[in-house]
Nanobody
């Protein structure tokens, strides 16, 4: 399974970005997908996830109401729409996938078997 993240960049406070994560190598619709991020000097943290049922979404409190995770099964791609960006959103964003993860572990990075390379998001004031 390969994951390819893209869409990062530099944006000003209050701006928007859409990250994409293309998945290949296995049936996309059977996967639980997530975004994590890691700021300089910080540990990787959970951002958002979409359970494999395609309905159950989960968000970190810090991004709830600003970020939206969704997927396009026809394109084997997951997205993270990020609005009202803040400087504290600056980080490398990673997409992750797993095909057997249970719902209670959806926010745990170690529960995901497959990871893409990160894409950098920089929010400046």
């Amino acid at each position: 399974v390969q994951l390819q993240a893209s869409g990062g960049g530099a944006v000003q406070v209050g701006g928007s970005l859409r990250l994409s994560c293309a998945v290949s190598g296995r049936t996309f619709r059977q996967s639980t997908m997530a975004w994590f991020r890691q700021a300089p000097g910080e540990q990787r943290e959970f951002v958002a996830a979409l359970f494999r049922n395609g309905v159950s979404t989960h968000y970190a409190d810090s991004v709830k109401g600003r970020f939206t995770i969704f997927r396009d099964n026809a394109k084997n791609t997951m997205y993270l729409q990020m609005n009202s960006l803040k400087p504290e959103d600056t980080a490398v964003y990673y997409c992750a996938a797993d095909f057997s993860l249970i719902l209670s572990s959806i926010r745990t990075s170690s529960a995901y078997d497959f990871w893409g390379k990160g894409t950098l998001v920089t929010v400046s004031s």
